[in-house]
């Protein structure tokens, strides 16, 4: 990758940290986001439904609108959109603006945003060379959101007055969503026109959907990112109620899951185009490494050792993290064509956050209803998950080349 497509990672990186931070504000700034609005916790959650409703119901329109129009175009118009609404927050910050925010926020860093996004970094990358493209855009956008949420925490800590602390911290999300809205709209140029590709036709859609290729990818990138949350939600409670493990140390690994090891995703883009020469195949053997792990932690209830248990815990933090940041390479491997990709891309990715529906509701349920036990359960799922994950990664494989 040379250096001006890696800049051009870096400014998309950007433009990802500054659509996505503000919306999942609440995963560093929890009690703070709850003092500033005046909310209650279930409030806090009524704002991500909305959100997440709307983001799922966008993801294929959105997916058509980045084949028909300029990527330049979308990517700049979402952010300065998200940067009013941004502003808006730094004006007013009520439950009823917030509630308003949050669902327009479907729309800037959902709808054609995101398809759009992630078609702009694939259409940086070759089938060769994919996952190192997408390994380093992961790694740029943690890097990037974990600076501004370093930021926000030294702004909040500085201030007396929560509400006041947050509405800087929104202006300063709007003011990095500008910089990147220009950045993009100066130096990100449309592939797709230069190289005068067939324009997208509504008579695509239905040969996607009966691709079989674009159902296996949703499955393997599904089965990743399944164990990726589950894992970061549910290790550290089972280190504390199974284990009775301290609770600094539970934290500090629960940061290594979530913040550090999504870092490796260069490593990993790295090992499946020069080792494996596809993403897939690192997939296929990364689930069958997942699979083990998985079965082993069913057994909790033997009262494993507990360095064992540590180990268990980081190793799927490890694999999940590192290999989801380049887990949507997968479709460069494809034959799709590129003026059906964004419509791909979205078809794919409501698919692939279904999870997000699922996952709290059920395991929660039965973590309330069945206790630890239900521990056991939940790795059994994600034992399953991982089965899932090989099966559609060999069919996949077996599949390669098809469009």
Known sequence: MDKKRFFIVCILALGYGAAFTPVYMKYVLYEPLLEAFSISKAQVGYLMAIYTVLNTLLYIPGGYIADKCSLRKILSFSLVGHACLCFLLYLNTSFIVALVVWFLFGITTGFAFWSGLLKAVLSLGTKENSAIVTGFYGLMGAVVTICMN?????????????????????????????????LISIF??????????????????KPLLKNKVIWLMAIVILSTYAIRVSGNTYFNPFLLEVYDMDSSLVSTLGILRSN?????????????????KSTTKLLHYAFFVLAVIFLVLSFSSLNLPSGLVIIASLIPGIISGATFGISFSI????????????????????????????????????LDTVGNTGYSIIFICMFIMALIGIYASKKLLAYKGVE
């Open 150 to 182: 370093l930021l926000f925490l030294k702004v909040y800590y500085s201030m007396e007055e929560a509400s006041n602390a947050m509405g800087i911290i929104f202006l300063l999300c709007a003011i990095i969503a500008l910089v990147a809205a220009v």
């Open 188 to 205: 990100y140029k449309d592939i797709e026109k230069v190289e005068e590709k067939e324009k997208f036709e509504m008579s695509y859609i």
């Open 260 to 276: 550090v090891f999504p870092l490796l995703a260069p490593v990993a883009g790295f090992i499946a185009a020069r080792c494996f």
């Open 331 to 366: 479709i460069n491997e494809s034959s799709l064509k590129p003026e059906v990709l964004g419509t791909a891309i979205g078809l794919i990715s409501l698919i692939v956050y279904l999870p997000d529906f699922v996952v709290d509701p059920v395991f929660g349920t039965l």
